[in-house]
């Protein structure tokens, strides 16, 4: 089993969307913390098994969780990125699924490990959360990011929507404390939370030198805790056993 510092080619992009955000500063900020709770989820879920990943694009995640042990199943609404995940991950199941889907294509109680990432649009519905419970084992993990609408950033894009961005109305709708009680109704106990992208100038796909510059105060003013208002909150959350 390959170490994950010896794989290279997990963040090497090939679809359209990696390569716009992934060789930036700021993507490569956001992919780092990503990465590094991704990894911590791995370890807290114990002995590889079964994985699903919802909205699983080319694949750079799973790569590297396949890479690590696990049973990888994907699904994605786009074919041509999950023609690139197959690639990627040649024994993956990757499962093109209809935009307004509302099941995970996994028997009840039988995933290890469930990623959401970057697909808040879906998080923030009451019947993610439902599926996520019916198909995570007990003891399982769920990885996860979630766009705050309680945050400045969620704020600024709901008053000032980005006339150029197809999605803008797919973000920020929902607040994280109340969903995050949800989460604790349905059995999942919050184990790690790290909130980021404070600063609101910055879009997606920025490569801005004052980048670290904003990392940096981020980390020096404790607002990577402060998730109850943080944009941005990557999560680590366990079923009940």
Known sequence: MNHVADVVDYFSP???????????????????????????????????????????????????????GWQITGTDIDKESLTICQERIPDAACICVEPDSREFPSQSKSVRLLLGIEVSEMLECDWFIQEAQRVVEPGGVFVGVFQNKSSLRG??????????????????????????RKMNQHGFQMIEEEGLCWLPFFPRDSDSRLVPIAVALEKQLGLRKMTSLSPWIVFIAQKAS
Request: charged share 25%.
């Open 155 to 180: 704020l600024l894009k709901n008053w000032f929507p980005t006339k150029d961005d197809p999605n803008a109305h797919a973000h920020y709708k929902e607040s994280y404390a109340p969903w995050r």
């Open 14 to 68: 090939r679809t359209s969307w990696e390569k716009n955000v992934t060789s930036t500063r700021w993507g490569k900020y956001i992919t780092d913390v990503e990465r590094r709770l991704i990894l911590q989820g791995h370890e807290l879920a114990g002995p590889p098994t079964r994985a699903l990943e919802i909205g699983i694009g080319g694949g750079r995640w799973g790569r590297m969780l396949s890479d690590l």
